[in-house]
């Protein structure tokens, strides 16, 4: 596990630019942290650095966007709507699957279909100034472990 401190909105898309950089297809990245934390901000810099040239915003209502336009497809989830179950109706397992990188916002909410092995990223508030976070790599399985390992390198 590896903590780190930002103080921006900026620096938290920063971190998801450099995220992009090491993907690979059937990564799994999950998002969790309250509202507002920045879970769709660091999407939003993950998207830019995979060059997916559109706005990307939460997929609340629809659960799922995807993107095809960069070097990966990305599947953004928000799976907030969930919370009171029906996750295992939607087949979201073939997303994860799939050839690109799935992000999931509140992944709390889907745990009884989650892959044994991914990439936890929690975001905090910390601190007094508004804009800091705290944000927290915790890798699942050895694919993950290895994309810290580089991340930090
Ligand atoms: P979430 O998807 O977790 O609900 P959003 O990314 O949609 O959160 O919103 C985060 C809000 O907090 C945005 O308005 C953003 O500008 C603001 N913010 C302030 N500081 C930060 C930071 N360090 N990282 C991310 N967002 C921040
Ligand atoms: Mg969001």
Do not use: C
Request: no cysteine; aromatic share 8%; proline share 4%.
């Amino acid at each position: 596990m590896q903590s780190m401190t930002v103080t921006s909105p900026a620096e938290t898309m920063q971190l998801g630019q450099q995220l992009a950089k090491l993907v690979q297809p059937g990564d799994l990245i999950l998002l969790d942290g309250d509202l507002g934390a920045g879970k769709t901000t660091f999407t939003k810099g993950l998207a830019a650095g995979l060059g997916i040239d559109r706005n990307v915003k939460s997929p609340t209502f629809t659960l799922i966007r995807e993107y095809q336009q960069g070097r990966l497809p990305l599947y953004h989830m928000d799976v907030y709507r969930l919370e009171d179950g029906g996750a295992e109706d939607l087949g979201l397992e073939e997303y994860f699957d799939g050839d690109g990188v799935s992000v999931v916002e509140w992944s709390q909410f889907i745990a009884d279909i989650l892959p044994s092995d991914y990439l936890r990223i929690g975001l905090s508030r910390s601190g007094t100034d508004d804009d800091q976070r705290t944000i927290t790599l915790t890798p699942k399985g050895a694919r993950y472990q290895q994309l810290v390992a580089q991340l930090e390198g």
